[in-house]
């Protein structure tokens, strides 16, 4: 089983709508977790880190769930900037940081 | 904010020959790491870089394949060495400063081996 799992997508938006994607993690003993966006042919880029209950950043609210184990990232008013890929990420107590495969996002005009 | 640079940014070699990538950080930082990227997949790593000893590597990962250096708080590299196509991939510096948890992304080394 993968440390952390993520719906693939694609989720295809339109402008200006609400998109929410989840990521569940299964080591529990994570301390820490971290969405990042990558864009085509680039390297991730860190977006947000969550270590308590959540983290909210302008159009952006990450959540984390310790009971279910996951991780959710809401964007609200989608641009069409926000087209990218999503990767979750946890860091456990043992210094381990694992990725999940990523969420693809399209924000259609 | 920092800079993470890597050389060089793409690279097509033929089979059987290697290929060293560099990793510079305009900054020093407490961890490197070297993460191997595949076309529509997650990153995985490939080992940590540590400073003045040998690297630790992940499963799967061996130290004659893809010997890695560190000689200093600021700089790493890693060789991927007799490479097949199976090494097609990006490949992706990153790195964490003394007091974070964060890990930071070099723009990463495209390699495609023919």
């Known amino acids: 089983r993968k440390e952390v799992e993520q719906d693939p997508g694609p989720f295809n938006v339109p402008e200006g709508a609400t998109v929410a994607f989840n990521c569940t993690y299964s080591n529990s003993a994570s301390q820490s977790f971290f969405w990042y966006r990558q864009d085509c042919r680039k390297e991730p880029k860190l977006l947000m880190s969550v270590y308590s209950s959540g983290n909210e950043d302008g159009r952006f609210t990450a959540q984390l769930n310790r009971a279910s184990q996951y991780i959710s990232l809401l964007i609200r008013d989608s641009k069409l900037s926000d087209s990218a890929t999503y990767l979750c990420a946890g860091h456990s107590s043992q210094d381990q940081f694992y990725f999940g495969t990523g969420t693809s996002l399209t924000v259609i005009p | 904010s920092a800079v993470i640079s890597q050389k060089p940014s793409r690279d097509i070699c033929q089979r059987g020959t290697s290929l060293t990538i560099q990793c510079q950080v305009d900054s020093q930082v407490t961890m490197m790491f070297w993460y191997r990227q595949q076309p529509g997949q997650s990153l995985t790593l490939i080992a940590t870089a540590n400073q003045g000893s040998e690297a630790t590597y992940e499963s799967g990962f061996v130290i004659d394949k893809f010997p890695i250096s560190r000689p200093n708080l600021t700089f790493s590299t890693l060789t991927v060495s007799n490479m097949s196509p199976e090494d097609s991939s990006i490949y992706l510096c990153?790195?964490?400063?003394?007091?974070?948890?964060?890990?930071?992304f070099g723009p990463g080394t495209r390699l495609t081996v023919l």
């Open positions: 990153s790195v964490e400063w003394t007091g974070l948890v964060e890990q930071f």
